[in-house]
């Protein structure tokens, strides 16, 4: 059986924790944290390196998640920046010897560079799809041999600005054989872990291609993927694709691609993902309940892909908003913990389906029914379906009374 702590899998997210200055669209740099500042990059990420497993053993935290370039400098070619790349994963090897914290995924940061600016597999610009590839596989890669749980693709570019410059058909196809390649390659080199996608419907193209996870799921479906890419969903994203974050959640499990979670806050306030740190409990027990009804994790788990406030120039503040973050998460697994246990959830689920269980009902989804066969039944019988209650409101104050 799964303990607890196997619903929580906790993961620090290394750009936003170390990396990202506190810098938004209107104004730059808030933290001056001194890892950021010398003139030697890679002296300087050997720094952030120290900082950043000082905090997972503060923290107590089991795992922690990357981009190639939140944890190593571009250099002037693709081949000085993945050196650069597997310089850094040397001094994490090395770290991660002693220290209890396990690489929960890593991924290519294909948004940043102007090179980008078009899209990464999506490029109208065939250069621009080999060099993604290319700095996918050290990625991929690199993430294998730190023994990464999962490996994940967020396509943040994977988008248009404008339908009136865009072959749309032409860029899902580029998309597809770009998402084909790197599920070969996973193999080809016994990468075992699971391979996300992490969808996002705009933000910051006008419209992406990976919206939400249904959108995700056609897109696998006509790649023939279906079966070898999960989905890595963020509460903010499914927030800003019109859902709330059990939704997403729920509906990944239902087409079985349900994978990993990016833990934030489900803010609709803003119509921009603030990748504010969870404080609500009781949103947060809605999606651990859809988590458990899922059968939790196998190789995910909840990255905080958080960042503290730019205001917050305090390290000290990064570890307060996690631990406080994790105290949200585990409070609200105890009580999705409580509904599960208590299984008056499930039963009000189980008796409004109950119809289901007669022969003659379960007959009609068997795959040799037909319309036929069904009229002359509903006929026979004199069918005449009344109304049900679905008494939504008790259901809600039952969750209410859960909350402690
Ligand atoms: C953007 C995101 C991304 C992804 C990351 C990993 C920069 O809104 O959430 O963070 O999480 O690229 O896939
Ligand atoms: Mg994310
Ligand atoms: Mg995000």
Known sequence: GKRMEDHLRFAVAYW?????????????????????????????????ADVAFELFDILDVPFFA??????????????????????????????????KTKLLWGTANLFSNRRFMSGAATNPDPDVFAYSAAQVKNVLEVTHELGGENYVLWGGREG??????TDLK???????????????????????GTILIEPKPQEPTKHQYDFDVSTVYGLLCRAGLEKEVKVNIEANHATLAGHSFEHEI??????????????????????????????????TALAMYEILRAGGYTTGGTNFDAKVRRQSIEPEDLVIAHAAAMDVCARALLIAADMIEDG???????????????????????????????????E?????????????????????????
Do not use: C
């Open 170 to 192: 032409r860029e899902l196809d580029q998309m597809g054989r770009f998402l084909n390649l790197v599920v070969e390659h996973k193999h080809k080199i016994g990468f075992k």
């Open 66 to 99: 990357f981009h190639d370039r939140d944890i190593a400098p571009e250099g002037k070619t693709l081949a000085e920046s993945n050196a650069n790349v597997r310089a850094i994963a040397e001094i994490f090897a090395r770290k991660m010897e002693t220290s």
């Open 250 to 283: 729920a509906m990944a499990a239902a087409l079985g691609i349900f994978g990993s979670i990016d833990m934030n806050k489900g803010d609709a306030q803003s119509g921009w993902d603030t990748d504010q740190f969870p404080t609500n409990v009781e949103d």
């Open 380 to 404: 026979a019988e004199g069918l005449d379906p009344q109304p049900r209650s679905g008494r939504q409101e008790r259901l809600e104050a039952l969750v209410g009374s859960y909350l402690r």
């Open 160 to 165: 248009y600005e404008t339908l009136l410059n």
């Open 16 to 48: 936003h924790s170390f990396t990202w200055p506190g810098g938004d669209p209107f104004g730059g740099e808030t933290f001056l944290r001194p890892w950021m500042h010398g003139t030697d990059e890679l002296a300087l990420a050997r720094a952030k």
């Open 344 to 378: 008056a959830l499930q039963k009000a689920v189980d008796d409004r389906y109950a119809g289901w269980e007669a022969p003659a009902n379960k007959a009609m989804l068997a795959a040799d029914s037909s319309l036929d066969a069904i009229a002359a039944r509903v």
